[in-house]
């Protein structure tokens, strides 16, 4: 008998859901494994789920277990071994009249969701379940919801894959190759207009992108902060936030932790920080990580910071701390 999974992905009828939620059932995700979705939204758009569910069954895969979709979270976490946390408001829409410009803008919106939904995973989510929040601002959020689960053996993160990946396609542009021969590319810190990714610590062929590329006003002026404003280049190009890159990040950030890293790479999600490279414990962070081969994820701890990467590191950590004295309340 095949082995099976059950994933829950809030927000299922959402913009990010509708390209997500597919490639959890299509074998590259899960490899040939039995997925059993629970798909979860607000009771006024629930029943959409049943038009989404009709349209998997009728996609051909042969992965795909059972379809269930609830507006009742307690339930759908019942036995989930993944929980992909993507419902939320995004930014770029008017929001009770104001339109909502950045991802912390979002934190009192958002926030709330994630205290009802953390103690439902903590108490009906599997003993090993993973849980990555996607919805912004997705590291406090992770923050709320991790605290209100109170389940030590249950791995939240945060989603940083997405910039990792942005950063990897603006390398390897400015390098002329290929996104994949970008390795160890890091985005320290919140997934904000702060996060810092980090091109010294970043390789090709080995060599440390910086020694590459020694156009430093080109790093300075355009690598970093395109980067940390991407998120919003897009809300401005599309007229809406980003959609089917932040669902293939979602993939990406499961995959990586469904196999074990290989030697010369990493992979970037927040995490909850215990003090490692001297980042205040309690927030979470964006870190290097890497999956042993007994499934476990880890923060790599070998790497050096360099001066200037420390200090773009220690102004995101700050505004992680104000975020988390913003939602003291939740917490
Ligand atoms: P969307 O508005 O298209 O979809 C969000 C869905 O969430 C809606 O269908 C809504 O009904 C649902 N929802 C709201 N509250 C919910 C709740 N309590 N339980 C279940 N479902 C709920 O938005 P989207 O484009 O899919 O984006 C979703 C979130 O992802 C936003 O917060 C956005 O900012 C964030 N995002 C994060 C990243 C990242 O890199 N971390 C990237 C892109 C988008
Ligand atoms: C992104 O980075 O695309 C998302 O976080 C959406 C946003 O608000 O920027």
Redesign the pocket.
Known sequence: MKNEIKVVV?????????SLIPRLIDGNTFGDTTVNLSL???P??VS?LEGLAMELDDSYFPNLGTIDYT?N?SEAADGADWFL?????????VYNGKKIEE?SD?LQI?GG?FV??GKAIGEFGNENAKIL??????NT?ALIGRKAANNSSQTWM??????SNRAKSMLAKKLSCNVSEIKKMIIWGN?SPTMYPDFENALKDNQSVANLIEDTNWIDSHFIPNVQQR?KA?IDARG????T???K??LDTVIACENATSSDDCFSAAVYSDGAYDVPEGIMCGFPLMTTPSGEIEIIRDLTLSDNARSRLNLSVDELLSEREAVKDLL
């Open positions: 809030t927000g299922a009828a959402g913009q990010i859901g509708y979860v939204e607000i006024q758009v959409k507006d979270f946390l993507v419902g939320s408001i995004p930014r770029g829409i991802r979002l958002n969701i009802d939904q929040v996607v919805g912004n601002p997705a959020n945060a989603m940083t894959m997405l910039d997934h998120g897009v809406a936030s980003s959609a890159s932040a669902a990040a979602a």
